[in-house]
Nanobody, 126 residues
Framework: QVHLVESGGGLVQTGGSLTLSCAAS????????IGWFRQAPGKEYEFVAA????????YYADSVKGRFTSSRDSAKNTVYLQMNTLKPEDTAVYHC???????????????????WGQGTQVTVSA
């Protein structure tokens, strides 16, 4: 069975930093792009970032560009999201996700992702 498990969330003050991890088990995702999405209370899922299977292509939402950095360690089957200069509007549940099939294209839409983690809460206090 395939699992994606996020960790690293928590409560941080404005301007602080957190690093989220997305650990995959059950199969290797080294050839899958991994996306990060977030959902704030009462809002739709929002694309945050996505990284290609080889880690060479990384895309960010405009709202996090310059503050968030995604990376991956294929040997550990883990993807990371380093979040700096956090703002209250970054408060949300953060999910990582992977498409059903491997590939070189990096999807931005959550509907193109099949495997999802349970999410980790990030709360940024003002």
């Amino acid at each position: 069975q395939v699992h994606l498990v996020e960790s690293g969330g928590g409560l941080v003050q404005t301007g602080g930093s957190l690093t989220l991890s997305c650990a995959a088990s059950g199969r290797s995702f080294s050839d899958h792009p991994i996306g990060w999405f977030r959902q704030a209370p009462g809002k739709e899922y929002e694309f945050v970032a996505a990284i290609s299977g080889n880690g060479e292509e990384i895309y960010y939402a405009d709202s996090v560009k310059g503050r968030f950095t995604s990376s991956r360690d294929s040997a550990k089957n883990t993807v990371y999201l380093q979040m700096n200069t956090l703002k209250p509007e970054d408060t949300a549940v953060y999910h990582c996700a992977a498409p059903l099939l491997p590939g070189t294209l990096v999807p931005f839409s959550r509907y193109e992702y099949y495997y999802w983690g349970q999410g980790t809460q990030v709360t940024v206090s003002a």
